[in-house]
C-alpha cells in the first residue's frame, strides 16, 4: 500500500472520515476503481489491508470493508462519508444482486 495506516486512501492525507463497501472481495476492488478512480494495484493491496490478508490477496465471499477517505477526496468523487467512530454507520455501497 502507498500510503500510512490512518490516512486517506486516495490522497495519502491523514482522516478520521471513510465510507463502506459490502460484497464480494472483486466487489470491494473494483468500487475503489470506479467511485475513487486509483489504480487496480493499489484497490487491491488497500483490500488485501483491509481484510488482514497477505498483499495481493482477496478474501473469498461476502463481507463489508471500511475505507478511509478525506472529506476533499469525497467532494471531488461524489462519495458519501462519514466519521470512522465506534457505531457510527457509514455510508455503504453494496454490491447489486447477481
Given at each position: ?20 463497501t459490502?460484497?464480494?472481495g ?71 444482486a447477481?
Amino acid at each position: 500500500m502507498r500510503f500510512q495506516p490512518g490516512s486517506c486512501v486516495r490522497c495519502g492525507r491523514g482522516t478520521d472520515t471513510g465510507f463502506a463497501t459490502e460484497g464480494e472481495g472483486e466487489w470491494h476492488v473494483a468500487a475503489l476503481i470506479a467511485k475513487l478512480g486509483i489504480g487496480e494495484e493499489d484497490a487491491m493491496h488497500t483490500t488485501s489491508a483491509a481484510t488482514h490478508s497477505p498483499s495481493g490477496n482477496i478474501p473469498t465471499g461476502t463481507f463489508p470493508m471500511f475505507t478511509r477517505l478525506c472529506g476533499q477526496c469525497a467532494k471531488d468523487c461524489g462519495v458519501s462519508i462519514a466519521l470512522l467512530l465506534q457505531d457510527q454507520e457509514l455510508p455503504t455501497y453494496r454490491q447489486p444482486a447477481i
